[in-house]
């Protein structure tokens, strides 16, 4: 981003006037201790957002030119006595080295940016640690969520919040006061015991993903080992062929449609097993078992793995006539054809099945596709929650009624061919379709008059045993779908 880009500021200066909680950001001065990626970063934003930054070098002459000429560059000492709120952009193993400047920073406030290398590195937190260093200085822990890059290219483009926390009230509002004016979202997490766990948050590796990506390597390798049973080790032992040249491609490409198929019903099987213990129970105010609430939290990562999944199963299959086994294969066929003697081997029927099989195949990664797109935060956000259920929740079962059309196009008569049971193991598609057609089965079900009339009265909090007065909204469709309520 170009200096040009920088020069413009987030919000106007003026952004707080009018606000009598707010103090305007011109005016105040802001130490950053550290001339590093992030404190030049910072020191941008700062004098970006209206406030008189000075920084606090160690060396000073030869960092003041990575610097904006509006910001100060001085000494560390120097740099702590023209404020009272200085950003220490140092890394933690480096605090001690700034013990020299305790009687300065007496009553001053220390926000303490730094980050760990690992989760729960140290007994006591970075900030916790600062504040033990500097008894007389009032620390808050603050902006480490935020990388250098962030703060670079603005609140616009990056996470907007930041996470803050403090056992000072008043040092933690003004704090939070800076955030807002250079842009961010600023969340209070508490007292200083907050620390830790703020500081944990950069170095988790995708703690939602975890419970998905599993279960999708878990139906990976299941399906993965049934089909290269079917397709490889079946003709091997039985008729001495050698086809293992089928791994790399064919078994995965019919691996992968099953787990992305399977991994679309399970997105909606939570939602019916909740509508299912509501209408038992005849409440919603009963807690579910944990093991449903963490699979409802879940959905999300969970669709967009069958996307993932299906997109690599339709590039799969637009490769397939390039290889060349197929090319042998076809070769093959037609030299059998022409010794045959036969002209024509158009089947009617598998023309038709094959036609509709790809067309509805490609409507089926159109709508997760569109699933996927609209679970985006930035594009969920431009949804309201109408529109959001519509799509989530009506388009999301519409795409899992066409994969199993796309499914029964493949199967066609193959259940009912005997050939097809290779050791007695009937073909893969046909395990498949249990989990999904139990899911679209269920919502029929409950998309009976009697029953999804119970089922949204209970969801308006309407409960088994207690009378109370019940008028239901009429046809607003508010609660159009089974599953807009009760965040299920
Ligand atoms: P950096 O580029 O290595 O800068 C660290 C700065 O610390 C140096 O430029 C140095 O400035 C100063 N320093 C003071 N005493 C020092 C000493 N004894 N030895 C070495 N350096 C000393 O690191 P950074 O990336 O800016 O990170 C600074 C802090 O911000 C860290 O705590 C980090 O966890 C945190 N943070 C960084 C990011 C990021 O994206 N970079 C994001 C979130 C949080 P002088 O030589 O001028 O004194």
Not at 97 to 118: F, W, Y
Not at 286 to 293: I, S, V
Request: aromatic share 10%.
């Amino acid at each position: 981003m170009s200096r040009g880009d920088m020069a413009k500021p987030l919000l106007g200066h003026g952004s707080t006037e009018g606000d009598p909680g707010v103090t305007p950001a011109s005016g105040r001065t802001i130490g950053v201790l550290g001339s590093g990626d992030f404190a030049r970063s910072l020191a941008i934003r700062l004098v970006c957002s209206g406030f008189k930054v000075v920084v606090g070098s160690r060396n000073p002459k030869r960092k003041a030119s990575l610097f904006p000429s509006a910001a100060e560059v001085t000494f560390q000492a120097e740099a702590v006595k023209k404020t009272d709120i200085i950003f220490v952009a140092v890394f933690r193993e480096h605090y001690s080295t700034l013990c020299d400047l305790a009687d300065v920073l007496v009553g001053k406030i220390l926000v303490d940016v730094s980050n760990n290398t690992e989760i729960n590195h140290h007994k006591e937190s970075n900030a916790e640690y600062l504040a033990s260093l500097f008894p007389a200085c009032t620390v808050v822990k603050g902006f480490n969520v935020v990388s250098a890059w962030t703060l670079q290219s603005g609140a616009r483009d990056g996470n907007k919040q930041v996470l803050i926390c403090s056992n000072n009230q008043e040092a933690k509002r003004i704090v939070s006061e800076i955030a807002q004016v250079m842009g961010f979202t600023p969340v209070d997490m508490g007292c200083m015991a907050s620390a830790c766990e703020i500081e944990n948050i950069p170095l988790r590796l995708l703690p939602a993903w975890k419970i998905p990506i599993f279960l999708a390597l878990g139906l990976f390798l299941c399906f993965f080992t049934y089909n290269l049973i079917r397709q490889v080790i079946h003709p091997f032992i039985r008729e001495q062929k050698n086809k293992l040249y089928k791994i790399p491609i064919e078994v995965v490409n019919t691996t992968l449609p099953c787990v992305s198929y399977v991994m679309l019903s399970l997105v909606y099987l939570p939602g019916v097993l909740a509508a299912c213990s509501q209408l038992y129970y005849g409440t919603k105010y009963r807690r579910f078992p944990d093991w449903l609430d963490q699979w409802l939290q879940h959905r999300k990562q969970i669709g967009l793995l069958s996307f993932f999944c299906a997109a690599l199963h339709a590039v799969y299959s637009l490769c397939l006539p390039m290889r060349r086994s197929h090319r042998y294969l076809l070769i093959e066929t037609a030299v059998k054809q022409a010794v045959e003697k036969k002209m024509n081997i158009w089947v009617e029927e598998e023309v038709w099945r094959m036609e509709i099989y790809i067309s509805v195949g490609i409507i089926a990664l159109g709508l997760l596709s569109l699933l996927a797109i609209t679970s985006l935060p930035s594009i969920a956000n431009s949804l309201n929650w109408r529109e959001f259920s519509f799509i989530q929740s009506s388009l999301g079962f519409i795409a899992l009624v066409v994969s199993t059309l796309h499914t029964l196009t493949y199967g066609w008569s193959r259940a009912f061919d005997e050939n097809q049971y290779k050791f007695y193991l009937p073909p893969t598609y046909t395990l498949t379709l249990l989990v999904p057609c139990t899911v679209i089965i269920a919502k029929v079900i409950f998309s009976l008059p009697c029953i999804r009339h119970r089922l949204l009265r209970i969801r308006r909090g309407w409960e088994k045993g207690r009378y109370v007065k019940f008028v239901l909204p009429r046809a607003t469709g508010e609660y159009s779908s089974g599953e807009t309520s009760s965040n299920v």
